[in-house]
């Protein structure tokens, strides 16, 4: 069983930053493969980036490349997701999830190759 808590949500002007966190249980964190998710209300869940156990993989979604970085920290059972020049559109709940396997390595944008899901933080973007 892997236990994920994000923080780091909240309420941002169009143009600003955040950086969520998400800190994981288990003492194999190194090799799960992280990724983050955002849900905005009335959409479906939505790949956002995923990072592999070692880190020398990253994979986002076109609508965050160049302003979104996924990074881990393997000491500290944690990763993250620094995001700049917000906008209105990722107003989102964001999700970390963890994939225990390897799946996501192919198939990052599947939802079900996730096995544990954080509970999610509310990013809003004001414009």
């Known amino acids: 069983q892997v236990q994920l808590v994000e923080s780091g949500g909240g309420l941002v002007q169009a143009g600003g930053s955040l950086r969520l966190s998400c800190a994981a249980s288990?003492?194999?964190?190194?090799?799960?493969?992280m990724g983050w998710f955002r849900q905005a209300p009335g959409k479906e869940r939505e790949f956002v980036a995923r990072i592999t156990w070692s880190a020398d993989s990253t994979y986002y979604t076109d609508s965050v490349k160049g302003r979104f970085t996924i990074s881990r920290d393997n000491a500290k059972n944690t990763v993250y997701l620094q995001m700049n020049s917000l906008k209105s559109d990722d107003t989102a709940v964001y999700y970390c999830?963890?994939?225990?396997?390897?799946?996501?390595?192919?198939?990052?944008?599947?939802?079900?190759?996730?096995?544990?899901w954080g509970q999610g933080t509310q990013v809003t973007v004001s414009s």
């Open positions: 288990g003492r194999t964190f190194s090799t799960y493969v």
């Open positions: 999830a963890v994939d225990t396997v390897g799946r996501a390595i192919a198939g990052p944008w599947v939802v079900k190759n996730y096995d544990y």
